[in-house]
């Protein structure tokens, strides 16, 4: 397939994943996001796959404007279910935004309790806090979803980290990392897992640490 075709197929299946959601912005309005798209027969539903992840206790700001550091105020011993996102982006970003929405309510009470999701912009530049608290609440982003950003260098020490960054923003992949990061237990998704794989995958970390008599 050339990359001409690879960019038309993907398009057609971003616009499909995009029909699924009410209000999505129409895919002709951002071309440049078509390109980290997946290909038809990745966007169901992807397999994880296990990784290994090194992170710094980064210090961030949440959409609330408070300082915050990634692995002791965000993370605290949680599970966590990561992904990136730029609120200017109108083709994949509000996918996968859509996609935790309702993963959140796949997990039900066990947001905050044992799990947070984290969402981290990849252009700090212009998503500041209130873009961002303006941005999650579109999607329903309740208590125990948290919205991510800081300098350039901060977003880019943690995208290297979780293996999202790349050098144009706009062409960062399309990922979700769900883990445990107390035990460095880490599944990478590429693509558009559907909710129900994330929530399952999550709980599954969270009986692990159950079982093994952890407190999270």
């Known amino acids: ?64 404007g408070r300082a915050v550091r990634l692995k002791t105020d965000v993370m605290a011993d949680r599970i966590v279910v990561v992904d990136f996102v730029y609120t200017h982006c109108t083709t994949i970003c509000p996918v996968a935004s859509a996609l935790l929405q309702q993963t959140q309510e796949q997990l039900g009470d066990s947001i905050e309790r044992d799990v947070r999701l984290v969402t981290v912009t990849v252009d700090p530049v212009r998503d500041t806090p209130a873009r961002l608290k303006a941005y999650g609440a579109r999607f329903g982003s309740g208590p125990g979803w948290v919205w991510l950003t800081g300098s350039k260098p901060q977003i880019d020490e943690v995208t290297q980290a979780f293996g999202a960054w790349t050098p144009n923003f706009e062409n960062h992949p399309p990922v979700v990392l769900v883990g445990d990061p107390k035990h460095g237990k880490w599944v990478r998704f590429y693509g558009f897992p559907s909710p129900r ?7 599954e970390l969270v009986a692990a640490r159950a079982k093994t008599g952890v407190a999270g």
Do not use: K
């Open 197 to 203: 794989q994330l929530a399952a995958a999550a709980r």
């Open 1 to 64: 397939m050339s990359i001409a075709q690879f960019r038309r197929a993907s398009a057609c299946a971003v616009a499909a994943w995009l029909g699924a959601f009410a209000g999505a912005p129409a895919l002709a309005a951002d071309p440049h996001h078509q390109h980290h798209a997946p290909a038809p027969a990745a966007a169901g539903s992807p397999v994880g796959e296990a990784v290994q992840v090194r992170l710094n206790d980064t210090a961030l700001t949440d959409q609330f």
